[in-house]
C-alpha cells in the first residue's frame, strides 16, 4: 500500500490537532461506566409483558439511550483512536508494512438500542438469543457516536479497517453482518474486511494473519475478550486481575467501548456468557451488584 501524499485532516502543529493530543493523554487512563442498578424480580413479574417496572436493564438501556455521557465516552474512544492513527502515520517510513485497524462490531460499531428496548417492553430481563436473532435481520442498527468518522478517516488515509466479530444466525450470518456495514455506509464493507466467528468468540487467528501482513496500531472493543482471550475466563477476580495486569494498554494498543448491558464481563458472574432468566440467576445479578454494599449500622 503506498500511502498518499500528505495525510487528509493531519497537520501536526494545528491547534485542534495539538489539543486532541492533549485531551487524548489527560483521558488515555479510562473513565468509569455506570453500572445497571438491579433489583430482585420473581419469575411472574418477568413474563408479565411490558409490566414490570423492576427491569434491571432499565437503568443501563435507558443510560445508553438518553446518557450525553454515553456519546461522549463512544467519542472519546474515537477521537483516541484517531490520535493514535495519525501518530503511526507520522512515524510511518516508506518501506513499512501497511496499517491497519481492527473493530469488533456490536457495541463498538454498531448500536442496537431497538433490540433492548424491546426485551424491555416484553418483560425480558436478560440477553434473549432467540429475540436477537428476529431482530438482526431487520437492519435495525444504527452507528455508535463517533465510528463512522473514525473509519472515514483511516480510508481517507488508506488505513484499512478489519471488521471482526462473533455471531451465529446460520448460514446468513456473514451475509447478515456485511448488509449492517453496508446500510450504514461504512467504509471497507466488503468480505476481504469481514471476517465473522460463528462457532467461537476467540478472535487470535484473525488478529494473528492481520499482524503478519500490517502494522497493527490499535484494536477497538466493547468487550476485553476483543483484545485478548485471556480475559475468557469464569471468576470476576481473575479477569479484574488480568486487566490490572494490561493497565497500560488501554488508550494505547486497545480502546474501549462502554457496554453495561452484556459482554463477558456476565460469564465472569454466572460462569456463562449466555445465563438463563430463572430467579436464581435473578439472586446472582443482584449479589454481584450489591457485594460492596453499605450495611446500616441499626440492621
Known amino acids: 500500500m503506498t500511502l498518499k501524499p500528505g495525510l487528509a485532516d493531519y497537520e501536526p502543529g494545528r491547534p ?7 485531551v487524548a493523554f489527560m483521558l488515555a487512563s479510562g473513565a468509569i461506566v455506570p453500572v ?19 427491569n434491571p436493564l432499565t437503568w443501563a438501556v435507558a443510560w445508553k439511550e438518553t446518557a450525553a455521557e454515553f456519546g461522549a465516552l463512544c467519542h472519546q474512544a474515537y477521537n483516541l483512536a484517531r490520535l493514535r492513527v495519525e501518530m503511526a502515520l507520522r512515524d510511518r517510513r516508506a518501506d513499512d508494512r501497511p ?10 460499531v454498531f448500536h442496537a438500542s431497538s433490540y433492548w428496548g424491546h426485551l424491555i417492553n416484553e418483560g425480558l430481563d436478560f440477553f434473549d438469543d432467540a429475540v436477537w436473532d428476529e ?5 435495525l442498527v444504527t452507528a455508535v457516536p463517533g465510528s463512522i468518522e473514525f473509519f472515514e478517516f483511516c480510508r481517507r488515509n488508506d488505513v484499512e479497517v478489519f471488521y471482526v466479530t462473533s455471531r451465529d444466525q446460520g ?10 456495514l453496508e446500510s450504514l455506509r461504512f467504509p471497507y464493507a466488503d468480505a ?3 471476517t465473522v466467528y460463528r462457532e467461537t468468540s476467540d478472535k487470535t487467528p484473525t488478529r494473528e494473519q492481520i499482524e503478519s501482513e500490517y502494522h497493527l496500531v490499535l484494536l477497538l472493543g466493547d468487550n476485553l475478550n476483543d483484545y485478548k482471550r485471556d480475559y475468557y475466563v469464569a471468576d470476576i477476580h481473575d479477569r479484574y486481575a488480568l486487566m490490572e495486569r494490561d493497565r497500560d494498554e488501554y488508550g494505547d494498543r486497545f480502546i474501549l467501548l462502554p457496554n453495561p448491558t452484556d459482554g463477558h464481563w456476565v460469564r465472569a458472574i454466572f460462569g456463562e456468557s449466555d445465563p438463563t432468566p430463572t430467579d436464581e440467576n435473578r439472586r446472582v445479578l443482584r449479589a454481584a451488584a450489591t457485594r460492596s454494599a453499605w450495611v446500616r449500622p441499626d440492621r
Open 99 to 108: 496499517i491497519a485497524v481492527i473493530a469488533d462490531l456490536d457495541d463498538t
Open 192 to 194: 476481504a474486511h469481514l
Open 16 to 22: 485542534d490537532y495539538d489539543r486532541r493530543r492533549f
Open 36 to 54: 445497571a442498578a438491579c433489583s430482585p424480580m420473581s419469575s411472574d413479574s418477568a413474563a408479565a409483558v411490558g409490566g414490570d417496572l423492576g
Open 135 to 139: 431482530w438482526l435481520p431487520n437492519t
Open 171 to 180: 448460514e446468513e450470518t456473514f451475509d447478515l453482518a456485511l448488509r449492517q
